[in-house]
């Protein structure tokens, strides 16, 4: 502070040094950039000394091998899972062989996962996904939980990239040591989730995570590939928009566990009741028609309303999603569920497969062009252009395996 009738310091002193950058990825790290020179008392910028030598790049933290990583997540290591999930979201052959290798040495740790809580949620884009999840993330992490949030953004079909700003929406949570936020992009692939949401997911459990929340792109009648890999689906709603029961598509309606109308507050406190009483109403007579045709004894959904803006009944929407998932592991429900997501999991895997093999042949490759060609100009079935091509692919296989001739 300035004395009276003294003047100030001609040059304020200089702000702090910015940090290092984090280490990225699984072994790799970003240099720092070289800050421009500053400009001289005239505003002119000095030239740069060509004979100056270069500033020396931040040496890249030693790649760990899938052992040393394993070893690392399960003490809760929050770097080694940052490089984990990196590792398993790599398309490099070599990346993907030491994922398999990583999950493989975590698969007995992966197996107790049972007592872990897998949690999707979803919901139309300004329903308030992310307020949401802050909230409940806060809430968890207070009662003792060590919360892992999966974030899927949409990437772009023009560009192929993502905004990832989920850290940046969820600001306190973020900043929770007891909590770890991995946005990913979905990369083209459907159904809501991104491609190695399930990898990432015994990841998180192995690091010690037993809460994990998966954060859907949006809600539609094909976005419900996370209903095979979570134990409880939410879909947050929305009160005022109309139809309410337009708001949540039927194949959702049939898959779902528990129903949040989020904003139930202010002058939208009352509507949010009455379109909560829509959605209690219409999953009554689908769960009755169900549990008739199919003899299941599976309780029906549950509706509740919430404001997670004010932070009002979330404890509410936990303790009827924690119910959903108690009374499921006693009666052994859970387990039968993961072990069908499994399966689901594997003919995935195998369908990626063969179509990545489909495209790495080029006989194959070859057909299926001239089979799109003729298809499209009325010459050619679909159902027979995709004979030809699978015969082609079938070909292809035999020549680069001799051994097997009549195969």
Not at 28 to 55: C, E, I, K, R, Y
Not at 137 to 164: F, I, K, T
Not at 305 to 327: F, K
């Amino acid at each position: 502070m300035t004395a009276p009738g003294t003047n100030p310091p001609a040059h304020p002193p200089l702000p702090p040094s910015p940090p290092s950058p984090p280490a990225m990825g699984f072994g790799l790290s970003v240099a720092p950039a070289s800050q421009p020179a500053a400009p001289a008392a005239n505003g002119a910028v000095p030239p740069t000394d060509p004979s100056a030598p270069s500033p020396r790049p931040r040496p890249r933290p030693p790649a760990l091998a899938p052992q040393q990583l394993a070893d690392r997540l399960r003490v809760g290591d929050r770097m080694a899972l940052g490089r984990a999930v990196s590792l398993v979201e790599s398309t490099l052959p070599a990346h993907r062989a030491a994922a398999r290798d990583l999950l493989r040495t975590l698969a007995a740790t992966a197996a107790n996962g049972i007592s872990t809580t897998r949690v999707g949620i979803t919901g139309v884009p300004g329903a308030g996904k992310s307020t949401f999840i802050e909230r409940l993330g806060l809430l968890l992490v207070e009662q003792g939980h060590r919360v892992a949030v999966l974030a899927v953004d949409p990437s772009s079909a023009v560009s192929g990239g993502s905004v990832m700003g989920d850290r940046t929406r969820m600001t306190q949570l973020s900043a929770c040591p007891q909590a770890f936020i991995r946005p990913s992009p979905t990369a083209g692939h459907l159904g809501g989730v991104a491609r190695t949401t399930r990898e990432t997911m015994l990841l998180c459990e192995a690091a010690g995570f037993d809460v994990i929340l998966i954060e859907t792109v949006g809600v539609g009648q094909s976005e419900t590939a996370v209903a095979d890999m979570t134990d409880v689906l939410l879909a947050l709603a929305v009160p005022g928009g109309g139809d309410e029961l337009q708001g949540i598509k039927r194949g959702l309606l049939e898959l779902v566990d528990v129903i949040a109308v989020n904003k139930a507050d202010g002058v939208l406190a009352t509507r949010a009741k009455l379109a909560a009483a829509e959605y209690q109403s219409a999953l009554r007579m689908m769960h009755a028609a169900a549990g008739a045709a199919e003899n299941t004894d599976t309780p029906p959904p549950v509706v509740l309303t919430c404001s997670a803006l004010n932070g009002e009944h979330i404890d509410t929407v936990w303790q009827a999603v924690d119910a959903r998932v108690q009374t499921a592991r006693a009666s052994g429900a859970l387990a039968e569920r993961r072990r069908r997501q499994a399966v689901a999991w594997l003919d995935g895997l195998v369908r990626q497969g063969l179509h990545a093999l489909l495209s790495r042949s080029d006989k194959a490759t070859q057909a299926w062009d001239a089979a799109r060609l003729a298809v499209a100009e009325g010459r050619l079935l679909p159902t027979e252009g995709a004979d030809e091509v699978l015969e082609a692919l079938l070909a292809a296989w035999r020549e680069a395996s001799p051994e097997h001739p009549g195969k």
